[in-house]
Structure formats: structure tokens, C-alpha cells
């Protein structure tokens, strides 16, 4: 089977997010994860959170499902742009 040499919409996105120097997380509508520590994540950009226990969170980005793994794991606030977690951050997957 031959590969298209056409781009996707999201490469073109993210082509454009590079050529003018903006955030991918604004021109591609991604999740942004920001860690601190291994105590505390801060999530931007989710839809819903799909399972919530103390040793695994599973999130709903706008594109892939966002796992936090850890023990210990609290959600301290959160609304429908962002999301601090609290906790013994142990890993953090992006999964399609």
C-alpha cells in the first residue's frame, strides 16, 4: 500500500503553529500537561474525565486520552479548561 504524500489537517496545523511561533496547544486544540514535581500535574485542554481512583486518573483529551498514574491520586480542583491532580505522580501516558 503506498503512503499518501498528502499532509493531515493536524500536520498542517502543527506546520503552521511552527512557521508563525505559536502554541501547539492553541492553532491544534492539544492537551497541555504540565508536571511539578512528582507531586502535582496541572492538565489544560481536557473534554472529561472517563476513571478516577487513587492509583490511576484517565482523562479525556481533545485528541488522545490522557492516563496519570500514581498513588495517592486526588483531583484538588478542577473545571472545564483545567485540572490540578495532587498525589505520588508515578507516570503519565498519552494514549490514542
Known amino acids: 500500500m503506498k503512503k499518501s504524500n498528502n499532509p493531515s489537517k493536524t500536520e498542517k496545523k502543527e506546520h503552521l503553529a511552527?512557521?508563525?511561533c505559536?502554541?501547539?496547544d492553541v492553532v491544534c486544540g492539544a492537551s497541555n500537561v504540565t508536571?511539578?514535581?512528582?507531586?502535582?500535574?496541572f492538565i489544560e485542554n481536557y473534554k472529561g474525565i472517563l476513571?478516577?481512583?487513587?492509583?490511576?486518573i484517565l482523562l479525556q483529551g481533545k485528541h488522545k486520552k490522557i492516563k496519570i498514574l500514581g498513588h495517592c491520586l486526588?483531583?484538588?480542583t478542577y473545571n472545564e479548561e483545567e485540572m490540578v491532580i495532587d498525589g505520588g505522580i508515578e507516570g503519565i501516558l498519552f494514549m490514542d
Open 51 to 56: 476513571e478516577y481512583n487513587n492509583e490511576e
Open 74 to 76: 486526588k483531583i484538588r
Open 18 to 20: 511552527d512557521l508563525f
Open 35 to 41: 508536571v511539578v514535581g512528582s507531586m502535582r500535574v
Open 22 to 24: 505559536l502554541p501547539h
